[in-house]
């Protein structure tokens, strides 16, 4: 008897996860540009063939080894800033802290910022390819902003998340101090951007 669609797209997605698993737990042993295909398929049991299917190349794998790294970091943003409401400096210090720490702390972070600039790097997805990251991140500002500031105008809210999402990840890439200083400094640009004016 045929499977079900349904069941067809669990079994795929559970399929995606471990080829992404592997991707990531290789990635984080050998660096990104040391990493095949053929490693990956082995290592999950499958046929290159049947990756090349899913993924199209090492490229496509790459990204969306990003996109689900970026949503896990997304899901602790959102926490954070929810944790705080609409005190815009203590959500933007919490949401700075939580990703430059565990940013720090990643073992695939670090993996990916010390790797060798190659054609086929995860490096880019931190920085000439850092649009997903942004646009992950301002996206989840605007939530925010949107519940707990509703005065502040639209094109304030644009402005201060894209600029607080790019100074976050060049701190990923290139850290120029403790993360609770860097938080400190954008939680008080943030505070100028977001903070709705007293009446």
């Not at 992404?20 to 042993?29: F, K, S, V």
């Not at 496509?60 to 409401?85: C, P, Q």
């Amino acid at each position: 008897m045929a499977s079900s669609p349904r069941y067809r797209h669990t079994a795929r997605q559970h399929l995606r996860d471990a080829v992404i698993t592997a991707g990531r737990d290789l990635a984080i042993d050998r660096g990104w540009d040391a990493v095949r295909m053929a490693d990956v398929a082995a290592r999950v049991g499958v046929s290159r063939q049947t990756l090349y299917n899913e993924f199209t190349n090492k490229a496509g794998l790459g990204e969306a080894i990003a996109h689900r790294e970026i949503d896990r970091f997304m899901d602790g943003v959102r926490d954070a800033l929810s944790a705080h409401g609409g005190d815009v400096r203590a959500a933007v210090h919490a949401a700075v802290t939580f990703v430059l720490t565990h940013a720090g702390a990643d073992p695939l972070i670090k993996a990916v910022v010390n790797s060798v600039r190659g054609t086929d790097s995860l490096l880019p997805y931190l920085t000439t390819r850092a649009d997903l990251a942004l646009a992950a991140a301002v996206t989840v500002l605007r939530e925010w902003a949107g519940t707990h500031l509703p005065r502040v105008p639209a094109d304030d809210v644009d402005v201060g998340a894209e600029s607080i999402a790019r100074l976050v990840v060049s701190h990923i890439v290139l850290p120029t101090a403790p993360a609770d200083d860097t938080a400190d400094a954008i939680a008080d640009l943030a505070q100028r951007f977001l903070d709705p004016p007293r009446a």
